[in-house]
């Protein structure tokens, strides 16, 4: 009963932050048309629309995550144009490598954390411009020219995803548009995946690169594709599952 009431606090909560947010974005945007963004038409290729028949995600096994390999961290940030400049206090990562201790046996895992790219996403629900949207794939993005900075899903993610571009930013990548004063995170590598050309996301390459395959990608609805056939072997587990978010991020050897 006290999950329950629990769960049904954090509900309440999230709803209140979202009614609050779209009254204080208001002020902070005057002028600006408050409109969400439309979910359909948001296209992989020029003529395939994004639909629900996939669902994207990653499979993390922590035993193959070696504690001092940082190879997925230093392939997103070059992926994406997050080469640290003014220092880890302003400069974002989508990735962070974590250490989790057991406190019962003192095991200690290592893994990578993101976007957990949920279901149900906090961000989205208090996201006051409809910047922060779930496309039909499962792909949690953020629309930069949208987003105007409030940060109330910086403060809504419960897994510390997301981050705030303090600075100018320099050199841009095409595919990766960024922007001082907009807030970011884990997109999957989305414009690989609209590319079509098969190729995974970047983290997924540079880890089987070092020979660990640690993180593998895929349609978690296709019960044939690399994902599914990883999670069929053995049991896995969603950060924080009290929660209920239905990640599209999953974990073993926690």
């Not at 994406?80 to 019962?104: C, F, M, N, S």
């Not at 414009?191 to 349609?219: K, L, Q, S």
């Amino acid at each position: 009963m006290k999950v329950e009431v629990d769960r049904l606090g954090r509900v309440a909560r999230r709803r209140f932050l979202a009614r609050a947010g779209i009254a204080a974005g208001a002020v902070l945007a005057s002028g600006l048309a408050l409109v969400p963004l439309a979910r359909a038409g948001r296209t992989r290729e020029p003529h395939e629309p994004v639909t629900g028949e996939v669902r994207y995600g990653l499979f993390i096994d922590s035993a193959r995550c070696a504690r001092d390999c940082d190879a997925c961290v230093r392939a997103c940030n070059d992926e994406h144009g997050l080469e640290p400049v003014h220092g880890p206090a302003t400069d974002p990562q989508w990735i962070q490598k974590v250490t989790l201790r057991d406190r019962a046996t003192g095991r200690v895992s290592a893994l990578p954390l993101m976007c957990q790219h949920c279901a149900d996403p906090p961000c989205v629900d208090v996201c006051p411009t409809g910047a922060s949207f779930r496309r039909a794939d499962g792909i949690v993005l953020v629309d930069k020219h949208t987003c105007i900075g409030c940060r109330y899903c910086v403060m809504a993610c419960p897994f510390q995803a997301r981050a705030f571009v303090h600075e100018a930013v320099e050199n841009p990548r095409p595919w990766s548009p960024r922007g001082k004063g907009t807030v970011e995170s884990c997109n999957l590598c989305v414009h690989r995946i609209d590319a079509g050309d098969g190729r995974n996301p970047a983290c997924v390459e540079a880890c089987a690169a070092t020979g660990r395959h640690a993180i593998i990608f895929g349609d978690l609805n296709d019960p044939e594709s690399p994902i599914s056939k990883a999670l069929a072997n053995g049991p896995s587990a969603e950060l924080r599952p009290d929660f209920s978010l239905d990640t599209g991020v999953r974990y073993r050897n926690l």
